[in-house]
């Protein structure tokens, strides 16, 4: 969670007491500009650490912005886990006569060879990593990494995010107090 400190609303307040609705104007501006750098942060973030494309990331992503009758934003990510070929996986074709283990890397440093998996094409088209349940050849289960909710909750990813988030507040709080004593609205 992300604060202003009564200081830095004392400041504001006192820099934009000519302007009307100055502060709440002010405050809801750098918040919600916060708020979505906060999202473009998490997918940079889960980048650094996680094989997975930044796309894929802030899709999950919804942002509640701020309000003049309320300050409060907030960046909710929500999915469900993410099927292992959309991470590093190799081969990531069908090969029926393949002889060595299928290889994947979800994080970045990590991975190896996943011992009985392969890569198959369904009727409908779509490719992805299986392994079988049983011994006889059906049925079969698809493989599947984390969630993207899941990365970024990660110690890592979360305190870069907030501390982006918490950078972006202060020099957007400035910027917004001198644009508002400058004339725009």
């Given at each position: 969670m992300i604060t202003l400190t009564v200081e830095q609303l004392e400041k504001a307040r006192a820099a934009l007491i000519e302007v009307p609705n100055g502060l709440p104007k002010a405050v809801m501006r750098a918040v919600n500009r916060s708020a979505q750098s906060a999202r473009?942060?998490?997918?940079?973030?889960?980048?650094?650490e996680y094989h997975i494309k930044q796309a894929d990331v802030t899709s999950t992503?919804?942002?509640?912005?701020a309000s003049m009758g309320d300050f409060g934003a907030s960046v909710v990510s929500k999915g469900s886990v993410i099927p292992l070929i959309k991470f590093r996986v190799n081969p990531k074709a069908p090969n029926p006569k393949r002889k060595r283990p299928i290889t994947a890397r979800v994080k970045k440093g990590g991975g190896g060879p996943i011992p009985g998996a392969?890569?198959?094409?369904?009727?409908?088209?779509?490719?992805?990593?299986?392994?079988?349940v049983g011994k006889p050849r059906l049925p079969i289960e698809q493989l599947y990494g984390p969630s993207i909710p899941q990365m970024l909750g990660s110690d890592t990813v979360s305190a870069w995010v907030e501390n982006k988030a918490y950078d972006t507040l202060q020099k957007r709080l400035d910027h917004e107090i001198s644009r508002l004593v400058g004339g725009a609205s």
């Open positions: 473009t942060e998490a997918g940079r973030a889960a980048r650094q992503i919804r942002i509640h912005r392969f890569v198959a094409q369904m009727r409908s088209g779509y490719i992805g990593v299986f392994s079988r």
